[in-house]
């Protein structure tokens, strides 16, 4: 079964560092989102993508967070520099491009677990 | 402001008898509602969804009820297994497909 695949798993990193996480989603999904999920706290979108485009950043912490999806494939999440507020897990998810409800349903990679110090 | 409500941080049922988790939402332009299950360390899994024009949607051991007029929806499990021990999310989404996601219930089932 097709899965969307996220690495790494679990990231330490000292505050003020730079961190990357990188997700390939199943193949063929146009959709391509990013979530951060806080402990306690349901999945919050940070960034989605069709294709290669960015279609809603609007919660993403510009001064500090960039995704992209060069190629409209797989993507990249960088945080520079870290805070100890950005603790959480790092979910990706990606959709089909059919229509209707098939559409809207999301599949999510296991996630990266980050832990600022 | 919470968009999609689960007021239940945490459920405990016996195995075999049935679970209910409930969610509410406020935003009346949803008209897709999933829910999702999580196990620790893993991402969420998609379980079961229901469009606004259905009122009852059914896979399985699962159930999902919606009704509009009151903004709530509520999941079934029955009968309920020890493997259904998890975390489980409600979301909504309108037309762009962003989903908004509620708290999350611990759903514990007592062999």
């Known amino acids: 079964e097709a899965e969307v695949a996220q690495s790494p798993r679990y990231k330490i990193t000292e505050k003020s560092q730079a961190v990357a996480f990188w997700c390939d989603p199943i193949?063929?999904?146009?959709?391509l989102y990013w979530y951060r999920q806080i402990l306690g706290q349901g999945p919050e979108l940070l960034v989605q993508?069709?294709?290669?485009?960015?279609?809603?950043d609007s919660q993403l912490p510009k001064d500090r967070f960039s995704a992209e999806r060069l190629k409209g494939v797989d993507s990249t999440l960088k945080i520079q520099p870290a805070e100890l507020g950005d603790s959480a897990m790092y979910l990706c998810?990606?959709?089909?491009?059919?229509?209707?409800?098939?559409?809207?349903?999301?599949?999510f990679g296991a996630g990266t677990r980050l832990s600022v110090l | 402001d919470q968009q999609v409500k689960q007021n239940s941080p945490s459920l405990s049922v016996q195995e075999g008898r049935i679970s209910i988790l409930n969610c509410d939402y406020t935003?009346?332009?949803?008209?897709?509602f999933l829910w999702y299950k999580k196990y620790p360390a893993e991402g969420p899994t998609f379980l079961i969804s229901?469009?606004?024009?259905?009122d009852k949607n059914e896979d399985g051991r699962f159930t999902v009820f919606l009704n509009k007029s009151a903004k709530h929806l509520s999941l079934h499990i029955v009968p309920s297994q020890p493997g259904d021990s998890a975390v489980y999310f409600c979301?909504?989404?309108?037309?762009?497909?962003?989903?908004?996601f509620g708290t999350g219930t611990r759903l514990t089932i007592i062999p």
């Open positions: 993508f069709q294709d290669e485009s960015v279609v809603d």
């Open positions: 998810a990606s959709s089909p491009r059919t229509a209707g409800i098939a559409k809207n349903i999301q599949y």
């Open positions: 979301a909504a989404n309108f037309g762009n497909e962003k989903l908004t």
């Open positions: 935003n009346s332009m949803f008209d897709y």
């Open positions: 229901i469009s606004s024009i259905k």
């Open positions: 193949s063929g999904h146009a959709t």
